[in-house]
């Protein structure tokens, strides 16, 4: 059984090690082999992970079955005009491991995020995600909605052409 459990900051190299294992294989019909790679060091080295955790208070979690981790996401509240709101929050991460998809752990995650910031009067749960990725239809299969796209420039002529969906709680 799926038990879902916060990270901190020693959980950094499983975190890590799982984007490098999914990114290649989730994006592989996405984006370019050289813009995972890019992306991956932009927010997935150990560096990056840390700094989110403590620089931007972004809670990790982990999805665990017989001690093996499944997946992970992250949350926090959305920074609106520098301050955090109380009603939206945002979804920043949510991967999987390839062989565990299709078998809950995704929404058991999602489940997990919205059982903990519903209590703090979130409305609200925000996320992007490419426009092209398949997780569009499981985001929409709890209740997700498309809100408008959004093309965002990460540098070096990469972008990320993405949707920005939401769920009400």
Request: aromatic share 10%.
């Amino acid at each position: 059984m799926v038990s879902i459990k916060k990270a901190g900051i020693d959980a950094v190299p499983v975190i890590h090690a799982l984007a490098k294992d999914i990114w290649p294989i989730a994006y592989k019909d996405v984006i370019s082999a050289d813009q995972i790679e890019f992306m991956l060091e932009l927010m997935y080295s150990e560096k990056s992970l840390l700094d989110q955790m403590q620089k931007h208070d972004h809670q990790f979690i982990l999805a665990i079955d017989d001690e093996k981790v499944l997946g992970y996401a992250s949350y926090s509240p959305k920074i609106m005009n520098n301050i955090a709101s109380e009603k939206v929050y945002r979804l920043h991460k949510l991967y999987v491991s390839i062989p565990s998809h299709y078998k809950g752990v995704g929404r058991a995650l999602v489940d997990h995020i919205i059982n903990e910031i519903k209590p703090l009067g979130a409305t609200q749960l925000e996320l992007n995600v490419n426009r092209k990725n398949n997780a569009v239809s499981f985001y929409q299969k709890l209740g997700f909605i498309i809100l408008r796209e959004e093309l965002l420039d990460l540098g070096q002529d990469y972008y990320m052409d993405d949707y920005i969906m939401t769920v009400d709680l």
